[in-house]
């Protein structure tokens, strides 16, 4: 493996804009905010954050999957990047009040 963790956030743009889109609600903003800390601890080597298309979870975004745990968050908000970069990144504890359960609906 790797990386110890590796984070895919969504930022799909949806033309449709009936529906709710990662990329629309700050997918990019997650991307970078994730990455400035990933870096600013030296972890860059061992860490990834990386935009990707649609992860599926277009109601429950913006969504984004810790992987190898699989773990799946969805209504990240800018806010958020700090504790689960603490607590699950850093200590492998998810934040259970932002992890979706499956199914979902897109």
Excluded at 8 to 34: M, P, W, Y
Excluded at 58 to 80: H, I, K, R, T
Excluded at 100 to 105: A, C, E, G, H, N
Aim: proline letters at 4%.
């Amino acid at each position: 493996m790797k990386y110890r963790k590796h984070l895919f956030i969504c930022t799909n743009q949806r033309a449709d804009t009936l529906k709710k889109s990662c990329g629309h609600e700050h997918g990019e903003a997650l991307v970078a905010r994730f990455k400035e800390l990933i870096k600013a601890h030296g972890l860059n080597i061992e860490m990834r954050a990386q935009k990707t298309a649609c992860l599926d979870a277009c109601q429950q975004g913006p969504s984004l999957v810790v992987y190898p745990e699989a773990v799946w968050y969805g209504n990240v908000q800018l806010s958020d990047v700090e504790e689960i970069f603490n607590h699950h990144l850093l200590h492998d504890k998810p934040v259970e009040r932002l992890r979706l359960s499956f199914p979902v609906k897109a």
